[in-house]
């Protein structure tokens, strides 16, 4: 069994930052990708970001290529989704994810088998 548990989610205004964290217990945390997904009202989930195992290899999409930054701390287990410059249309929930691989990436080439509970993100324009 793997739990998750997110963190770090707020209101912020537009150009403002949040650093989101993902607490993760149970299985070795550092044999697996981790990923976050969001999921903002009326709209269907998205997958944002990924790191790999060793934390070599990221992903991004599109939307957030160049503001938002993932990183890994294996020794802790967390996971981190350090977002700048940010825009009312990142306002969501959050999730992050243990990747069933090693290999970083969006599915559904790579597969995620736990999610967290989520941490919400409004952005004030």
């Known amino acids: 069994q793997v739990q998750l548990v997110e963190s770090g989610g707020g209101l912020v205004q537009a150009g403002g930052s949040l650093r989101l964290s993902c607490a993760a217990s149970?299985?070795?945390?550092?044999?697996?990708?981790m990923g976050w997904s969001r999921q903002a009202p009326g709209k269907e989930r998205e997958f944002v970001s990924a790191i790999s195992w060793r934390g070599r290899t990221t992903y991004y999409t599109d939307s957030v290529k160049g503001r938002f930054t993932i990183s890994r701390d294996n020794a802790k287990n967390t996971v981190y989704l350090q977002m700048n410059s940010l825009k009312p249309e990142d306002t969501a929930v959050y999730y992050c994810?243990?990747?069933?691989?090693?290999?970083?990436?969006?599915?559904?080439?790579?597969?995620?088998?736990?999610w967290g509970q989520g941490t919400p993100v409004t952005v004030s324009s």
């Open positions: 994810g243990k990747g069933k691989g090693q290999g970083a990436g969006p599915p559904p080439r790579y597969e995620y088998d736990y």
């Open positions: 149970g299985r070795t945390f550092s044999n697996y990708a």
